[in-house]
C-alpha cells in the first residue's frame, strides 16, 4: 500500500486508476517550501510526509505554464487557481497570439530505507537527471538520517499542449483550459488523460521503478 499525501482528491483518483499497487488518500498539507521548482518542492514535501506517516509516500508537485506568460503561473498555480480561478488564466492568455503551454507533475517517492536506485532516476533524460541531483543537494541537516538525507526517487512527466476557452466537465483544476490534441483535459475520462497526461507520464515512470527496484 502507498500513502499518496495530498489534499487534492483528484490526484489520487488518477493514481488508482494508473496503479495496480493500492493507494490511499493521506490528507497531510506538508509545509511546501518555497521553491521555484517542482522537485524541490515535491522532495521535501515527500521527506516531510514519510516523516509524519512512518509508512511509504508519494507526494505530487505539479503546476500549469503559459509560454507567452513567461511560464506563469508555474509553480504558484495551486494559489493563483484559488485567487484568480481558471477563467482569468485563460483571459490572460486569451490576450496573446500564441497560446502554447505545458503541464509537469514531478512524483517524489519515500519509504525511509535507501534503494540503491537514488538518485538515478528511471527516467533517463537529462532534465531528470538534474532534478534528481538537485533534489539531493537541496537537503538540509534537519533531513538527514544517520547523516545521510532521506533518500527520495523523483519521477517527472510533461505534456505540452494549447490554453483554450474553458471546455468539459471532468477532472479538476485547470483541466478545462488545457487542451491536447483537440480535446481539453476536462474532456477525457480519467483513463483517456492518464495515458496522455503529465501525471499519467509521471506515474508511468514511477510504476516501472517500484515494480521492479530492489527497495
Ligand atoms: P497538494 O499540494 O495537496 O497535492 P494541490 O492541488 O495544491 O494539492 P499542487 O500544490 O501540486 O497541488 O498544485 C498544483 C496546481 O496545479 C493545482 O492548482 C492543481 O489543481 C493544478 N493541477 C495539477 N495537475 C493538474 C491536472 O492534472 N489538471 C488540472 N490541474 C492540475
Redesign the pocket.
Known sequence: MINFV???P??VAEAREYLDESVEQLDF?YP?RQAADLATVAAHGARAAYRHAGEPVIV?????TIDALDGFPGPY??YV?DKLGIERVWELAEREDERSGA?R?VIAYCDGDSFEATPDPVDTDRRGQDIAVEARADATTDEQVDGEALPVRLFEGVARGQIVEPRGDG?????PI?EYDGQT?AEMDTEEKNAI???GRALAKFAEWYETADR
Open positions: 495530498t489534499t487534492n483528484g490526484k498539507d511546501e505530487d508537485d505539479s503546476g500549469l498555480s495551486s487557481e503541464f507533475a477532472g479538476f483544476g485547470f483541466d488545457f483535459y497526461s503529465h501525471r
